[in-house]
């Protein structure tokens, strides 16, 4: 059963042109919900932790959302820089210091 | 600081040979982690240790085995490799909040 669900799978996107990215869960007690990025050949990157519904974090042109369901991130006007396979992770009370990985969306942001 | 180093950065092996794969991390994290990673899979959890001298199993840990004998290290082998094992390995470290990762291994099994 998974327990961590992104979609879409892939993204493209105009310079400039505003999109979110989702990562449902089902997973009860969460103890919180983590955003990686993930440059091609790189391990992933930390970019925000959320640990409860209605909190919200931002970072430059990315800001992530939490619902008791599902978490968004925002990218506002990206730019191809911002390319890159985005993970999703949460970790559950009842699963101890181990954390589940959804399957990402990889984003591509054309000039 | 470093941060989460990995060695080596790729290999090929025949079936049936050995390898350790190396992790070191440098922030005095107590958790650490190793995944891998397959098209379409996602991370999966081998194997992760909450302290020194701890080990448990993850969701795939078959064929591995793991061993954390310094807090700042964490070795991951393969006693016999199959062509199943053909991936990129991650190490991770955490203090039980955000994850900070290596930057893999990539290993080949012909």
């Known amino acids: 059963e998974d327990q961590v669900t992104q979609s879409p799978e892939a993204l493209r996107l105009q310079e400039g042109e505003s999109s979110s990215l989702n990562c449902s869960y089902t997973v009860s007690g969460l103890r919180g919900l983590f955003w990686y990025r993930q440059d091609p050949g790189k391990g992933p990157e930390f970019l925000f932790t959320l640990y409860s519904a209605g909190e919200e974090k931002e970072k430059e042109r990315l800001k992530a959302t939490l619902t008791k369901k599902e978490s968004f991130l925002h990218i506002t006007a990206p730019k191809p820089e911002d390319s890159a396979t985005y993970l999703c992770?949460?970790?559950?009370?009842?699963?101890?210091?181990?954390?589940?990985f959804g399957t990402g969306t990889s984003l591509t942001v054309i000039p | 600081n470093a941060g989460v180093t990995q060695t080596p950065k790729f290999r090929v092996l025949k079936t049936g040979q050995s390898m350790t794969l190396l992790c070191a991390q440098d922030?005095?994290?107590?958790?650490m982690y190793w995944y891998r990673q397959d098209p379409g899979m996602g991370l999966r959890l081998i194997h992760y240790s909450v302290g020194e001298g701890t080990t448990a199993k993850g969701e795939v840990p078959d064929g591995y085995n793991v061993s954390r004998l310094k807090k700042q290290n964490f070795l991951l082998g393969l006693e016999s490799a199959a062509p199943s094992q053909t991936s990129v390995y991650f190490c991770?470290?955490?203090?039980?909040?955000?994850?900070?990762f290596g930057p893999g291994t990539r290993l080949t099994v012909l």
């Open positions: 922030m005095n994290h107590e958790y």
């Open positions: 991770a470290s955490s203090s039980n909040r955000e994850q900070f």
């Open positions: 992770a949460v970790q559950a009370d009842y699963a101890g210091n181990q954390f589940y």
